[in-house]
């Protein structure tokens, strides 16, 4: 496929302990992301999830295993794709302007250009007329916009989504939910997600992910058949309800719960 | 005008934050100034706060100014050379563990040498003049400094630093955009330490081997038994100690406008940018 942008080929990870000497985390797992494409990853707390895309983002060297994006191996070399880590980590020094101009800044871009580009997206962001406040004035929803603005404008080719919405509260998150498949639909953008609500990964993905407990590989991949433009109902039609019960039957070690299903 | 009413409610409460010291300085003065009289003290032990207040009339221009111009110079040179070498030392001790190792165990062990023993000895090194009080200063305002910038330094959490990883960020990157930032709260209370420290080094360092300062002045006076003009120019210096530890807090407030927003400032901020909401505008949560 030339549409391929990101391919993870036999990844294998672990940390060193002094006693159980190298401890897996990461058991052999392989991902293939076509540009445009969202695709989530489900699975049990603790399982290698972020250990997974510490590695993708090149902060942390597999045991073995490929990352390549474009056809360029990026293992171990940080830089490459667009990070939002489990917390905002937003800097509370900087006004939210300043917050999500970082990723130019670091690289060393023309500021004038990227600050009006950042200042034009405010508003389909819903930080309109909060450019110059400082993070601690912000709710959680708008904490983790302006962290979203702020990965997206670090320009990518792809870009990883640790648990974006996990401490937010349910109402929140469905209306952040809605926001970020238009937003990445809009941008174009390609992105993986990680997540324990199985409504949010099936609800933004093509493509789910199950990941078993640690360490981690994939119990299985759900293909989701609902329509390029979903509404919010399509989470109550039989199909939703049908990838809900693959998903979980996954997540619960059901091994053939697939082929059961089709 | 709900701004300008909450602007007037919280100079009502500072007013009502400064009462109260002061009313404890008016009857700690009040009770002195009694007991000097009903006891029968004399000056030379203990004088009256009026008397204090004639003395500070009468030689406060003319003899403490002067004295005092000589101690502050010395302080701000000391303070200034604290700073640097603060400066240098904790970026030493956070990029280099062979300096860790080897050189901060000593500069902890110098610490516990009362530095002002060494007055005498500076002078023959380095003369009759304020060079060895200057480095006295720095010898004792330097420590606190460079403990509390250590600290903040450190005290960045490390995903940060893996946040900034993953967008390539350089080391300088990561020091000057991350770490100082998050070190500036702790390097500002090691500031203010300092600052205390560095006035009362200076002074005491002019008790040996100086011939002017409000130090030698004090000494001078004290041999003479002038008590009361002991107390005036400790006053004087006491006056001048705040307002140096208050001019480190008001740079503090200026370079920290995240924590320190205050709602002056937030006015000012939202008429800059009328369409700011009423929410935008920054308060801290506590
Ligand atoms: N360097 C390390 N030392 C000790 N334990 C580690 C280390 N690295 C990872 N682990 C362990 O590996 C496991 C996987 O961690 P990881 O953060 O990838 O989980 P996760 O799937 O993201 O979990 P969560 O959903 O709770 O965020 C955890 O149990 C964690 O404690
Ligand atoms: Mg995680």
């Known amino acids: ?262 | 005008m709900t701004a300008q009413k909450s602007r007037n409610a919280s100079l009502l409460s500072h007013l009502g934050d400064a009462a109260l010291p002061f009313g404890i300085v008016v009857a700690l003065l009040a009770t002195w100034e009694a007991a000097v009289h009903l006891l029968k003290i004399q000056p030379f032990v203990l004088p009256a706060p009026t008397e204090i207040f004639k003395e500070l009339l009468i030689s406060g221009p003319t003899v403490i100014l002067p004295q005092l111009h000589v101690t502050l110079i010395e302080t701000l040179a000391g303070y200034l050379a604290a700073v640097i070498i603060s400066a240098i030392l904790s970026v030493l001790i956070l990029y280099s563990s062979t300096f860790r190792r080897g050189v901060l165990p000593l500069i902890v062990a110098s610490q516990t040498i009362p530095i002002i023993t060494m007055a005498p000895v500076l002078v023959i090194w380095f003369g009759y003049n304020s060079l060895p009080r200057i480095i006295i200063t720095a010898i004792v305002a330097f420590f606190p400094l460079t403990i509390a910038a250590v600290t903040g330094l450190k005290s960045l959490e490390p995903q940060f630093i893996d946040f900034f990883r993953s967008l390539n960020a350089t080391p300088a990157q990561i020091f000057f955009k991350l770490r100082l930032p998050v070190a500036l709260p702790s390097i500002f209370g090691g500031l203010k330490v300092a600052a205390t420290l560095a006035v009362i080094g200076a002074t005491i360092s002019e008790w040996v081997g100086a011939s002017q300062g409000i130090g030698y002045l004090i000494a001078q006076d004290t041999a003479l038994l002038n008590t009361t003009r002991v107390f005036a120019s400790l006053t004087v210096l006491g006056v001048a100690g705040m307002a140096l530890f208050g001019l480190v807090g008001l740079i503090e407030r200026l370079s920290m406008p995240w924590i320190y927003a205050r709602p002056s400032m937030a006015w000012l901020r939202a008429s800059q940018n009328p369409r700011a909401p009423a929410a935008a505008v920054a308060r801290p949560r506590q």
């Not at chain 1, 959680?140 to 302006?146: F, I, L, S, Y």
């Open chain 1, 1 to 262: 496929m030339d549409g391929v942008r990101l391919q993870i080929s036999n990844l294998h990870s672990g940390y060193a302990t002094p006693d159980r000497g190298l401890v897996p985390t990461v058991d052999g797992v392989d991902l293939a992301l076509n540009r445009n494409e969202f695709v989530s990853i489900i699975g049990p707390s603790g399982c290698g999830k972020s250990t997974l895309f510490n590695v993708i983002a090149g902060l942390l060297s597999p045991t073995s295993g490929e990352v390549a994006l474009d056809g360029k191996a990026i293992v171990g070399r940080p830089g490459h794709v667009a990070y939002m880590m489990q917390r905002d980590l937003l800097l509370p020094w900087r006004t939210i302007l300043d917050n999500v101009v970082l990723g130019p800044e670091l690289a060393g871009k023309p500021m004038e250009a990227a600050r009006n580009r950042a200042a034009a997206l405010l508003r389909r962001f819903g930080l309109e007329g909060y450019e110059n406040s400082y993070p601690s004035s912000l709710s959680g929803g708008m904490r983790q916009r302006a962290a979203l603005l702020r990965t997206i404008l670090c320009d990518r080719s792809v870009v990883l989504l640790d648990e974006p919405f996990g401490a937010l509260d349910a109402l929140t998150r469905a209306t952040m939910h809605e926001w970020l498949l238009g937003i990445q639909r809009e941008f174009q953008q390609t992105m993986i997600l990680i997540t324990h609500d199985p409504d949010e990964a099936i609800y933004l993905s093509d493509r789910v992910y199950v990941a078993t407990p640690r360490p981690m590989r994939f119990a299985g991949i759900v293909p989701i058949e609902l329509p390029y433009d979903r509404g919010r109902d399509v989470t109550m039609t039989p199909q939703f309800a049908d990838h809900k019960r693959q998903v979980l039957a996954l997540l619960r070690g059901d091994k053939g719960a697939l082929d059961a299903l089709h």
